[in-house]
Every structure is written in C-alpha cells, then in structure tokens.
C-alpha cells in the first residue's frame, strides 16, 4: 500500500471535475499543492503556517483554478472489515486495506524528502502501531511531526460519526485519543483543524465540542 494508490480515487473525482471545467468552456491552467490541513482553506495572502507551504502567483483570478492535494488517511476503526483486518491487511476480498503499511510508508517516503508532508487522523489505528515500533522509529517519527512533515488532525481515537453519537461518547474518544498525542508528541502536535471528512450532518454538541479552546475537550486547539 503506499500514498498515491490511496489517493487514486480522489485524483480520478479531480481528474473529472477538471474535464467539466475544461468543456464548460474558457482557458484556465491547475497549479498543484501538496499542503498540509495545517495550511488548508486559507485566504490568499495570508501567511501559512506550515513551513513546506507553496505560495501561488496568480495572473488572473478566472483563469486559473488553485488545487491543493492533501495525503491523509481515512481509516474507518471497524466497517467492513473487523479492526484487526484492517490493521494487519487481512480478507482483502471484502476490502484492500492494510493500515500498518500504510504507516510504514507514509514513515519512510516522508524521511526522504522535507517537502513531504502527510495528515494522520485516527489514533486507535497509530496507537497499534506505535507500540510496535523501535526507539529509533519513534525518535524518526517525533523528528516528523516536529518539522511539521507529519501532522495529526482530529486525533481523536476514531472519527466518530457526527450526527447520531452521544455527546459522551464523543468526548470519551476525542479525549483518549488526543491524551495520546499529548503525552508522546507535546503541545506543537495538537490538533489546529476540525478534520471531519465523511459527514451525515452535524450535531449542535459535535460543532460545538470542536469550538476553540473548549474546557470538553483539553488539549484541541482549533484555530
């Protein structure tokens, strides 16, 4: 498994919102990002805060169209497959996944080069993995998310559903997961970006547990 066969599906769905663009008439060029969440959906001009941030130069405002392609992970904690299928890579009939491969990957690919950067979200599954890595792993991965190559967003356990889950068991699994951040990378590796990607509507308490600086969820830092 490695980042771009993850990512394939989402480039098809921007390789065909291109071609819209292109019949629906009009000359335009893409200027292609790989940026973080950390400097996602900023207003131009701003500073970014990431350090690996490209700036764009724009000649025209309707004539180009600015993409930014965010390596992440969505890895559900237990859908189709149980956790530990989707953990190890097992029954790949029913779905190819294997998440530890992916970390290794993300780990090794980032080391090569500091212009890489990658978003992990779900902590049940980096916890797993974590446990089972070297000191010297650990020390290589701290380096990462130091220099901002590797960030966590959302960080809770899972990313839970946002419509239907109890405020309680909300807070239970954010905390779990953030504690761990915390404890092992330091108040720099907060999260700074409610990252909730699979959306089924949101709950008055979901929005308002990802509020900046919210006593429910300490150490979430959402600017």
């Given at each position: 498994v490695n980042i771009c066969a993850l990512a394939m599906v989402d480039l098809c769905g921007l390789l065909l919102a291109c071609i819209c663009c292109l019949l629906a008439g009009g000359g335009w060029s893409v200027s292609l990002a790989a940026a973080t969440a950390a400097n996602g959906g900023r207003a131009k001009g701003e500073a970014p805060s990431s350090p690996h941030a490209e700036s764009f130069s724009r000649s025209s405002m309707d004539d180009k169209i600015q993409v930014h392609v965010v390596p992440h992970t969505h890895d559900d904690v237990g859908w189709l497959k149980t956790v530990d299928e989707y953990y190890y890579g097992a029954n790949n009939s029913i779905q190819r996944a294997g998440v530890q491969y992916i970390l290794d990957t993300v780990v090794t690919?980032?080391?090569?080069?500091?212009?890489?950067?990658?978003?992990?979200?779900?902590?049940?599954?980096?916890?797993?993995?974590?446990?089972?890595?070297?000191?010297?792993?650990?020390?290589?991965?701290?380096?990462?998310?130091?220099?901002?190559?590797?960030?966590?967003?959302?960080?809770?356990?899972?990313?839970?559903?946002?419509?239907?889950?109890?405020?309680?068991?909300?807070?239970?699994?954010?905390?779990?997961?953030?504690?761990?951040?915390?404890?092992?990378?330091?108040?720099?590796?907060?999260?700074?970006?409610?990252?909730?990607?699979?959306p089924f509507g949101h709950s008055a308490e979901q929005a308002a547990l990802f509020a900046k600086d919210n006593p429910k969820l300490p150490g979430y830092n959402v600017s």
């Open positions: 690919e980032l080391s090569k080069n500091p212009n890489r950067t990658f978003i992990y979200v779900e902590i049940a599954y980096f916890y797993r993995w974590w446990n089972e890595q070297s000191n010297e792993t650990k020390e290589l991965v701290k380096k990462l998310v130091s220099n901002k190559q590797l960030e966590f967003v959302n960080a809770g356990w899972c990313m839970n559903d946002e419509a239907s889950t109890h405020y309680n068991a909300i807070v239970d699994q954010m905390s779990l997961g953030l504690r761990f951040v915390q404890e092992n990378f330091g108040d720099e590796a907060r999260p700074r970006v409610a990252w909730h990607i699979d």
